[in-house]
């Protein structure tokens, strides 16, 4: 008789809270011979990087793919990136990632980011945006932790739909928080969540109407004095219209830009742009435009 194969599958159910299929990656970069590497990285999951680029000099680029390509019920995706003392690091995705609608118990989706950056050190965080499908239930949770003596820039973008595609965003829930501290102590704590009318994506106080948004953040404690002018050369780029709204400030040691958009490549595009117009001037490095970004 010929043995039982065995079926990884066994166990899980395919709806419902015994439904879970979950992803982590950890990832350390350092500094080695004036070049970072990724000197450390573990996972478990669909989800990997792809072989480090080396576009400007010592600073290490990754990309960092899920290849599922989008959330269901139960997914859970675990990130986590220490960037070491002296180590230069640029982070991006190759896609948006997309939370699909949830099953008929409306299970979560979770996804955890934790961003750790040492003293000396760079972190440019530049993912490309989520996208939540109709019937999406997700919550997002990233954490920001930086050294006085960091460096740190990180955008965020999130799209309700995709109604080029014709995918309208009719029902669904999310739970969004965002926390930057500095020496520990905690500078940013935000968060967006919806209300069960979904009355916040059309309130004055809310989304207006737009199906896009997105915050783009700097932090670099020893050039705080700085903040002004950055703050001004960031308005100078910003691109305010009837399908895009942008706003930039600055408080508690952190540069904020915010958009709400009807397109979001055009918000993307004009994030890029202030990314490009402030590189030099925040990280004394000239922008560099990761090849992913231009297929």
């Not at 419902?16 to 573990?42: C, P, Q």
């Not at 792809?50 to 793919?65: A, D, N, S």
Request: hydrophobic residues 40%; charged residues 20%; glycine residues 8%.
């Amino acid at each position: 008789m010929n043995a039982a194969v065995h079926n990884p599958l066994d166990g899980l159910s395919s709806y419902g809270s015994d439904r879970a299929w979950e992803a982590n990656l950890h990832l350390s970069y350092s500094l080695k011979s004036n070049r970072t590497i990724v000197s450390n990285m573990r996972f478990k999951g669909p989800l990997r990087v792809q072989r480090p680029f080396y576009p400007e000099q010592g600073r290490c680029h990754t990309y960092l793919l899920h290849p599922p390509g989008g959330m269901v019920s139960g997914d859970k995706i675990d990130i986590s990136v220490d960037v070491n003392e002296g180590a230069e690091s640029f982070i991006t995705t190759p896609s948006a990632g997309k939370l699909y609608g949830a099953d008929s118990e409306n299970v979560v989706q979770t996804q955890n980011i934790e961003l750790n950056v040492a003293d000396n050190a760079t972190l440019e965080f530049l993912p490309q945006e989520n996208i939540l499908f109709d019937r999406a239930n997700g919550k997002l949770s990233t954490s920001i932790n930086l050294s006085k003596s960091s460096k740190f820039i990180a955008w965020d973008m999130l799209s309700f739909g995709r109604p080029h595609g014709g995918y309208h965003f009719k029902s669904g829930s999310l739970d969004q928080l965002l926390q930057i501290k500095i020496d520990g102590k905690l500078v940013l704590h935000e968060g967006f969540k919806t209300d069960d009318d979904l009355t916040i994506l059309s309130s004055p106080v809310g989304m207006m109407g737009h199906l896009h948004m997105g915050s783009l953040f700097i932090v670099v404690p020893e050039k705080i004095e700085h903040y002004a002018a950055w703050t001004e050369q960031a308005r100078e780029l910003l691109v305010n219209d009837e399908t895009l709204r942008m706003a930039a400030t600055q408080r508690n040691g952190v540069l904020m830009i915010r958009a709400l958009s009807d397109d979001i490549e055009m918000l993307r595009n004009a994030f890029i742009k202030v990314w490009q117009g402030l590189r030099l001037a925040v990280l004394e490095q000239e922008p560099v435009m990761p090849r992913i970004w231009l297929t």
